[in-house]
């Protein structure tokens, strides 16, 4: 396989959700994702970083087509996946996986492990009993629930939250999709554990060479997990770059404030700790016409109420903020 091809491409990509308000005769729109653009190559890894209500999980929904794009283009392995008819979509769905925060509420409390294996294969008619049978145990071998007969006769109740999210991440891959998109994978599992799945993850992508885009509010999980990190703030891309480079070389204020902010083990360093910036991040229905970081950014300029466009300042390493786009 040629690592160079493009998996995913995003070009201009918005997702604004209407709302209506009594007395208000016109629909306002929360732009949840606003002109995003991005390619992912073959096996290659992102940590979309972001706080709460970034439009991290919106983005990743819409790129397995869970939520419908407001404009832009989505293109996965060459096709135009953004207006897909029904029976596309559910080729879509084969290709891809989504693995989401909260193990105890994806698996269905009536169904065996086997059956939770068995659903997608049945879905897509794949296998005779004995076929279906083989992989459902390859897959419980893949994330090391063994002895597999045993794992596989339990309910989802019979398990800890660590075996349970395994057994979600088992389901996802269990197609052999190309892209998995991993939302907040670990933040509902014990500290003990997180580790362990992540570790788990990484092992799984490389095994099967697939595309993994993990959607995190935690920069402190990223390091030595993907290839690329990208940082969200209130629906755009600010700043992205090659892992090692954006955590050695941050360049947009809120990427070094988050930075900033991972406690480090080290007590004479913890000293040196800041906070992320005070201040709340911009309500998305009406957000302020230029950068969109700016009421909290202490280097704001009067050009900050004109929205700066994303640049490549040096090689693979973009950013958007009039620091360097003068
Ligand atoms: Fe701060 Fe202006 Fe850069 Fe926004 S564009 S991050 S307000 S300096």
């Not at 957000?287 to 693979?316: D, H, L, W």
């Amino acid at each position: 396989m040629n690592n160079n091809e493009v998996l995913l491409k995003i070009e201009n990509l918005r997702v604004w959700f209407e709302i209506r308000k009594r007395m208000l005769s016109q629909p306002l729109y929360v732009r949840a994702v606003d002109g995003i653009n991005f390619e992912l190559k073959k096996g290659e890894s992102i940590s979309l970083v972001g706080e709460s209500g970034s439009g991290k999980t919106t983005l990743g929904k819409t790129i397995i087509r869970l939520y419908e794009p407001t404009s832009g283009k989505i293109y996965f392995d060459g096709i135009d996946i953004t207006n897909l008819n029904s029976k596309d979509l559910k080729w879509y769905r084969k290709e891809t996986g989504l693995i989401q925060q909260d193990p105890f509420g994806a698996l269905p409390s009536h169904f065996t492990v086997y059956r939770i294996l068995e659903e997608p294969l049945l879905i897509h008619k794949i296998g005779t009993v004995e076929e279906r049978r083989k992989r459902i145990f390859k897959a419980l071998e893949d994330v090391k629930l063994t002895p597999v007969e045993d794992f596989s006769s339990k309910y989802p109740h019979m398990l800890s939250g660590g075996q349970m999210q395994r057994v979600v991440i088992a389901r996802s891959l269990i197609m052999r999709p190309k892209l998995i998109i991993a939302d907040e994978p670990v933040s509902m599992l014990d500290a003990s554990v997180r580790i362990e799945i992540l570790d788990l993850l990484k092992e799984l992508q490389d095994k099967f060479h697939m595309s993994l885009i993990y959607i995190t509010h935690d920069l402190a999980t990223v390091r030595m997990f993907s290839n690329w990190i990208f940082i969200m703030y209130a629906g755009n891309l600010v700043e992205r770059a090659l892992t090692n480079e954006l955590l050695n070389n941050p360049l947009h204020p809120y990427t070094k404030a988050l930075l900033s902010a991972i406690p480090d083990p080290d007590p004479e360093n913890r000293k040196k700790l800041r906070e992320v910036p005070p201040g709340e991040p911009p309500n998305l229905i009406n957000p302020p016409p230029g950068c969109r970081f700016a009421p909290r950014c202490q280097y704001a300029m009067e050009i900050c109420n004109t929205e700066p466009q994303e640049i490549e300042v040096q090689s693979k390493h973009w950013v958007k903020c009039w620091l360097f786009n003068k």
